[in-house]
């Protein structure tokens, strides 16, 4: 009887196969250990950390997580490692001003700091902060510590002020640490007057006869909402967003998103020559389309199948809901609920979401290593229980 493997006569094929296989495993499972502990020293953030690819060769990254904490990752890896990388910023709640001013101008300060809090932006001010018998230092340090925009109101008036200049001293070292992006307003103050190391930066002006909307374009500006207008459509048939990925990707996306029943792997499967008709374009399009979106399908013998995943990235484009969204809030319930369950229908029954809503938040979670994984065949679900880790803890955590 000669040697076996698997319950089957012994191939060499196969056994290098599956050593290459295991090989990569444990490659992309270093990876994400070695990134997703690296942890803000003020904040505890974490980073949510996903490795793609399937060969030796091809392995790439990406990495979710606030500015200041995706600077610091990026000090710790190589020139190869950067190239391989995608880093994708999230906000951790709302943008938090703080706004320096001269008391002479605050009237002016005072419209911009109600502007900024009626669009989102908690903004530090400070005669809403500090009260009657507080100490002076402890709550500017405060209002500094925390924002991710340091605004200053440049006027003659401020320019002379010592405490205007201290606070920009501290809102210039945030910047230059990562920490917060810093926005210096003018208003009846030419830029030659600003000083050197502002001189550099875009200094919006504030003009009275246009405040609203000068504070409109702030608010844009800190939102991070572009002022460039989007790219025309592939087709007039096609009205696609700009997501970082090309319109044909995100078209062959935008397909499999609306056609699935239930988000899961290989639900539907279409040909290339059936997406080129179903996108208007050539198959060699398709061809270089799917080459881009390779993390997130498989493409077997002219068949495309879309993994979970593609769900998870794409349905907050097309759908009412967003997959991260999802996630959150499921693992913020698995953290601080005692009473969530972890039958995954019965998780779906709670929040009233069907398999097709509930699947791509559990890829999402699944992918990153957020859940411990539960997954099954001839489930409904992509994981029958939802079970938290360490790692979910830390995720809500970073998150809040």
């Known amino acids: 009887m000669g040697l076996r493997y698997k319950g089957r006569a012994f191939n060499a094929g196969d056994f290098a196969k599956d050593i290459e296989s295991a090989a990569i495993e444990a490659i992309k499972e270093e990876l994400r250990e070695r990134f997703s502990t690296i942890r803000h020293p003020n904040t505890g953030e974490f980073p949510a950390v ?14 979710e997580g606030s500015p200041q904490l995706l600077a610091i990752v990026k000090e710790r890896m190589s020139a190869e490692e950067l190239e391989a990388t995608a880093f994708l910023p999230v906000q951790s709640g709302s943008p938090k001003a703080f706004l320096s001013y001269s008391f002479e101008d605050r009237d002016m300060a005072e419209k911009v700091a109600r502007g900024l809090m009626a669009s989102g932006i908690d903004t530090w001010w400070a005669e809403w902060e500090i009260r009657s018998g507080d100490s002076l230092r402890r709550k500017i340090d405060e209002g500094l510590g925390n924002c991710t925009h340091f605004l200053v109101l440049l006027t003659p008036s401020a320019m002379k002020k010592p405490w205007v200049q201290q606070e ?42 246009h405040f609203d909307q000068g504070v409109r374009d702030l608010v844009n500006d800190i939102h991070g909402v572009s002022r460039k207008p989007p790219l025309g459509p592939i087709s007039s048939s096609i ?103 972890i039958d995954t229908g019965q998780v779906a029954q709670r929040y009233g979401w069907e398999p097709r809503r509930m699947n791509p938040a559990l ?37 809040s």
């Open 239 to 341: 009205d696609l967003p700009a997501i970082g990925y090309s319109k044909i990707a995100t078209a062959i996306a935008k397909v499999f998103v609306e056609e699935t029943k239930d988000a899961m792997f290989g639900d539907p499967q279409k040909s290339t020559g059936e997406l080129a008709t179903a996108v208007d374009v050539s198959e060699d399009d398709i061809e270089d389309a799917l080459h881009e979106l390779r993390d997130l399908v498989t493409v077997s013998f002219d068949r495309v199948l879309p993994k979970a995943d593609l769900f998870a990235t794409f349905d907050k484009h097309f759908m009412e809901w967003s997959p991260q969204e999802d996630a959150l809030r499921i693992a913020a319930d698995l953290v601080n609920d005692p009473s969530m369950p």
């Open 168 to 209: 920009m001293d501290a809102g210039l070292v945030r910047r230059i640490s990562g920490q917060a992006r810093f926005i210096a307003l003018r208003h009846g103050l030419a830029a030659s007057e600003l000083p050197p190391l502002l001189s550099g930066m875009l200094s919006p002006e504030l003009y009275v006869s």
């Open 363 to 399: 890829a999402y979670l699944l992918a990153r290593k957020l859940i411990v994984d539960y997954q099954v065949l001839a489930s409904q679900f992509n994981s029958i229980r939802i079970v938290k880790t360490d790692a979910t803890r830390r995720f809500v955590k970073s998150r």
């Open 50 to 63: 996903l490795v793609h690819g399937e060969a030796l060769d091809d392995l790439r990254l990406s990495i």
